[in-house]
């Protein structure tokens, strides 16, 4: 069936250092791959979304790549910060008649160590 | 400021009392939905709505209802909690269907005992 999951769920890192956070998928007909951040205590945050007919996107210090011959997609932070300790999710966003519906995956904890 | 506001924000309840839990947008949304989020399953979506008076199931809508009688709200209704709808519950919104940004707010926490 359709699912979007997690390699780690959690991922320890120091501050400054690189981190990359990632994502597979089943469902190939999803149109979008989005990514949110979630806060303790907070609701999640929209932070960058990948078109499924690309292969990678860049914002500010974040970089989404997608592969989609092995459905994998993953997130790296550059220069990770204090700020960037979150819970992290993956949604995939469906084609057609489903584009309205998001499905999120289980989320990966990331630390960020001072 | 544009924001999703969640009322309660913590709630605990015993079995078989109604509740609400009511979601309210300022930013004209078209779209809202509530999500429920559990350990180790993420975030599921209960409910959602695309416009006012139009509003259909997610894919855990079992012992809820909503509606959607003004743009602006979306209440969550409980008739009847059991302790498995103890959960940490999300209210969202985005400005269209399909949009890929929603919107959250701060989360309810439901303790249903």
């Known amino acids: 069936g359709e699912s979007v999951g997690l390699h780690l769920p959690t991922l320890s890192v120091q501050e400054g250092d690189n981190s990359i956070i990632n994502c597979a998928y089943s469902n190939s007909a999803s149109d979008y791959f989005i990514w949110y951040k979630q806060e303790s205590g907070k609701g999640p945050q929209f932070i960058i979304d990948i078109r499924s007919n690309m292969d990678k996107r860049q914002g500010q210090r974040v970089t989404v790549l997608l592969n989609k011959t092995v459905k994998h997609l993953s997130l790296q932070i550059a220069a990770t910060q204090p700020g960037d300790s979150a819970v992290y999710f993956c949604?995939?966003?469906?084609?057609?008649?489903?584009?309205?519906?998001?499905?999120f995956g289980k989320g990966t904890l990331l630390t960020v160590n001072p | 400021e544009a924001q999703v506001t969640q009322n309660p924000r913590y709630l605990i309840t015993v079995t078989g009392k109604k509740l609400t839990v009511t979601c309210s947008q300022n930013?004209?949304?078209?779209?809202m939905s509530w999500y429920r989020q559990d350990p180790g399953l993420g975030l599921r979506q209960i409910y959602y709505?695309?416009?006012?008076?139009?509003?259909d199931k997610g894919d855990v809508p079992e012992g809820y209802k909503v509606s959607r009688k003004e743009k602006r709200n979306f209440p969550l209704i409980l008739e009847s909690p059991s302790p498995n709808q103890t959960s940490l519950y999300f209210c969202a919104s985005s400005l269209q269907v399909g949009s890929n940004e929603q919107f959250f707010g701060p989360g309810t926490r439901l303790t249903v005992l």
């Open positions: 949604a995939e966003k469906g084609s057609g008649g489903s584009n309205y519906k998001l499905t």
């Open positions: 930013m004209n949304h078209e779209y």
């Open positions: 709505s695309m416009n006012v008076e139009v509003t």
